[in-house]
């Protein structure tokens, strides 16, 4: 363990932008949908295929890029990965047909498989438990900047521009942080790479395992909920694709500003289980008010408190996941649990366009909504029993 590292707040500083890219391309897409769908001529389930693919190829190669680290830095991995998100998602960008546009983004949704599993790993290695939550709350706001930045980018310039011009300015972006990333890494090298690491399977307990479930169930009803917002506004609320886009941002932001706050509480009450909990519980309710409700007054709370317990709730919540591991097997576990997780709820979009266009966008919304309270209660069943 590093946990005293002098340089662990730079290190947790360049996570954060990299976090911010990295999960920026994520939801720099959805707010583009609307655009996307005109210039295209798509439907529902073809919306969703698209988004599907691209989350898939970034989580089912989570698993395998945890091994890697028996082959290459740590530091050329993710390095490695931003810039071939980056790059991808540029020629993306370029796409004149919509399989072009499924399948380049796609392949490029590979590079981002390379960031959750490693640099989570690192940082659980470098913080302690005592200041554990509020490193991860703070590398959660990185993540959450990109979150905001991406979508009001896209509100900003979609006015004016194509749909293009959006990603190629974020896919710019990229390269120059992942670039910037491989000059700071290279001089913190031995800091980051694990000594005498040995193969290894996944850890695993009951708690681990309620754990994923609960995870993966709360999983669905995000992704496709989210995937699906800016669409949902536009068709639904009637609002215009700028303050959808917008709106899309101003969720994100609410996440921002509040998670490091649920980490010094974590690290605070000693406990993660109870907050995590919580969070889960308030955001299936902002979801139900979001498929029911058309009261503005109502509509715009409940997409805040979405984006303070949902948009990336689960990150604060794997601490709890994270410290019941051994941390010399975190690599490979973390990467058996994002790729499972994350793996599931890449099919969400695809499913929810699929029965939206024979229920509607609403009804689905509505189902979404009791499949998150249902993580809540699944939850409730796993000990909290930190391994260090």
Not at 34 to 52: H, K, V
Not at 200 to 218: D, E, H, K, Q
Request: proline share 4%; charged share 10%; with cysteine.
């Amino acid at each position: 363990m590093i946990t005293q590292h002098r340089h662990r707040w730079f290190i947790l500083m360049m996570f954060m932008v990299a976090h911010a890219v990295n999960d920026g391309f994520g939801w720099i897409i959805p707010p583009l949908f609307p655009a996307i769908r005109e210039y295209f001529s798509l439907s529902y389930t073809e919306m969703g295929a698209f988004y599907t693919l691209y989350q898939l190829f970034g989580s089912v190669f989570q698993a395998p890029v945890a091994y890697l680290v028996h082959l290459a830095p740590i530091s050329a991995i993710l390095v490695g990965g931003l810039l071939c998100s980056s790059v991808g998602m540029l020629l993306a960008s370029l796409s004149y047909s919509y399989g072009a546009l499924v399948w380049i983004s796609a392949i490029s949704g590979i590079g981002r498989s390379t960031y959750h599993p490693l640099a989570v790993t690192m940082l659980s290695r470098i913080f302690g438990r005592d200041s554990f939550g509020r490193a991860m709350g703070l590398h959660l706001s990185g993540s959450s900047a990109g979150m905001v930045v991406a979508p009001l980018l896209v509100g900003l310039l979609l006015s004016c521009y194509s749909w293009r011009l959006p990603l190629q300015v974020w896919s710019a972006l990229g390269i120059v942080v992942g670039l910037s990333l491989f000059f700071f890494l290279r001089h913190h090298r031995q800091d980051l790479q694990p000594e005498n690491k040995s193969l290894g399977w996944p850890f695993f307990s009951r708690s681990l395992g309620i754990y994923l479930l609960a995870v993966c169930t709360w999983g669905v009803a995000q992704r496709g909920l989210v995937a699906f917002l800016p669409l949902f506004l536009v068709d639904y609320r009637q609002f215009s694709t700028g303050a959808a886009a917008a709106t899309f941002g101003i969720m994100s932001f609410s996440g921002t500003v509040c998670r490091p706050f649920f980490g010094a509480l974590m690290d605070r009450m000693g406990r993660r289980k109870p907050v995590v909990i919580g969070g889960l519980i308030v955001a299936s309710i902002s979801m139900l008010t979001i498929a029911t409700m058309h009261n503005l007054w109502a509509l715009y709370p409940a997409i805040v408190l979405l984006g303070i317990f949902g948009s990336g709730h689960t990150g604060l919540a794997d601490t709890f996941m994270i410290e019941m591991i051994p941390s010399h097997r975190r690599e490979e576990t973390l990467g058996f649990h994002y790729t499972v997780r994350m793996g599931i709820a890449s099919l969400s979009p695809v499913a929810v366009g699929w029965t939206s266009e024979r229920i509607s966008l609403s009804n689905s919304y509505f189902i979404l909504a009791l499949v998150a309270g249902l993580s809540a209660v699944l939850l409730s069943l796993a000990e909290e029993r930190p391994m260090e």
